[in-house]
């Protein structure tokens, strides 16, 4: 950790500078969407939504490398905000800023500049103020802090990336680093904060042409594990993928920065359990139809998947079908095609697809189609059986 504090030093000297900067430039996205349906009253209603974000960078005049990058918020966030997909989540009817000065906020903020840190050494990338770390989602998930992150630094054949930040009255810092020798791939992150300690190694081998084997080990501060094991034999059976694993953990396994299931529900957008167990899945491709399989004992899960690209009256459909069976759950069925149409020469491009489920005796259907105008414009339309029908218009540009 010594020397990952003397390189974290240099770093910091970089925001003594205050190089001045000329080069200026704009960019963002605005996106607009509008929504014709049925609302809770079966009445028909038309309803609308906007995003907007604005990032400023800034380069440094007379060829120094440094960038300044400035990402700003909109007068209100919830008339500029995105979703994790990148949809615009603010109302369209709300009222911009009443005359006068306007009051743009500064979302983050850093340096940027990749070289190196003496003539003749490797070049590598430091940032300086607002970063994100999710090096790892095991320890190393720290998401958005302020501090400083340099990356890239090779050793040999290792290269590593650090980190010092700042959470609250806490100065996490850490290592990641991944490299391959003699054949086997290695990484690893130790992440410190005060006195506590987190730690993950991992390393992947192929054993023979077609197979390969990996382990991941992840510690807390008290020293309450994590482990992944998974084997992939790629063509073992002629035509056949395999993928073999097994899992295990401490329930009370608890680092300071991580991404996972909160309280083993798998219906939350983390990334990994808790739960101990194996899984297996296979696919292969057999006479056109792609066919996937996997089990997972821990969760009693089980999916099914064929699908395959047939043409039909001149024109190429997708089909698949998916089955999904779990304890005490009834199963569910999926049937879904898809084509695009350019028969109408007004309309080329025209998706259209659509969607039957059944889980027990509950059945919906769904029909849609989507196309993008010459103008940019995507519109849709939409009909979902225990939803009625939809329209959507809608147009994204970035800048």
Known sequence: MKRVAAIVSAALVLSLAAPAFAAVDVGGKLATEFKLGQNASDEWELTGVTGLELETKISAEGGNPVKAVIQLTPWELKSGSFDDDG???????????????????????????????????????????????????FVGHLADKRGVTVEGIAAGPVTADVFYTWDGASRPMGIAARGNVEGVDLKGMVVRRGNESNLTVGAGLQVMPGIDLSAQLALDNDRRHLYRLEATADNLLEGIKLTVGYRGADDAFAPMYTNRWEDNDPTKDEL??????????????????????????????????????????????????????????????????????????????????????????????????DYVAPNGINLGAKYVSDEGVSATAGVTVEF
């Open 87 to 137: 949809n615009p989540t603010g109302d369209f009817g709300a009222a911009h800023p009443a005359a006068g000065p306007v009051t743009i906020g500064i979302d983050k903020a850093w340096l940027e500049t990749t070289g190196a840190y003496w003539h003749g050494g490797p070049a590598v990338r430091t940032r300086i103020g607002d970063v994100n770390i999710e090096w790892d989602q």
């Open 272 to 369: 990994y359990d808790l739960l101990d167990g194996f899984n297996i899945a296979a696919e292969t491709v057999q006479s056109g139809f792609r066919i996937k399989g996997d089990y997972d004992d821990p969760t009693g899960e089980a999916n099914l998947s064929v699908s395959r690209d047939v043409e039909l009256a001149g024109l190429v459909v997708s089909g698949e079908y998916n089955a999904k069976f779990q304890r005490e759950v009834e199963t569910k069925h999926t049937l879904k095609a898809s084509t695009n149409l350019n028969v109408i020469p007004q309309l080329q491009g025209l998706a259209v697809s659509g969607k039957v489920t059944l889980q027990g005796e509950n059945l919906t259907y769904e029909a849609g189609a």
